[in-house]
């Protein structure tokens, strides 16, 4: 349940703390809990859920990076492509346009 109303926050603004909270767990516990059962800890699989939605995004509309990248809760346009390249080892607008070139063949 916690997992599914953490991706349900479109801005993906939930901290490990809230979410520890809401779970009635330590935040260390809650730590250890979710990396048992997701294989990694909470910041990594958010931030590659985060990264997942942003590319739906860029595939799917014209919004400008920076705009996609608030919505995703991200403050610093920065931050966002240093995760989005972390996470896919290309920047947002390389992938926009390697996306765009698969596109035209179908």
Known sequence: KLLDYAQSHSDFSLSVEQMASR????TGHFRNVFKQFKGENPISYFRKIK????????????RPIKQIS?????????????????????????????????????
């Open 23 to 26: 779970a009635n767990l330590s």
């Open 51 to 62: 990264i997942q939605h942003a590319c739906r995004l860029l595939i799917q509309t014209q």
């Open 70 to 106: 608030s919505q995703l809760g991200y403050s610093e346009l920065p931050h966002f492509y240093r995760h989005f390249k972390l996470v896919l080892g290309v920047t947002p607008n390389t992938f926009r346009k390697q996306h765009k070139l698969t596109d035209k063949f179908y």
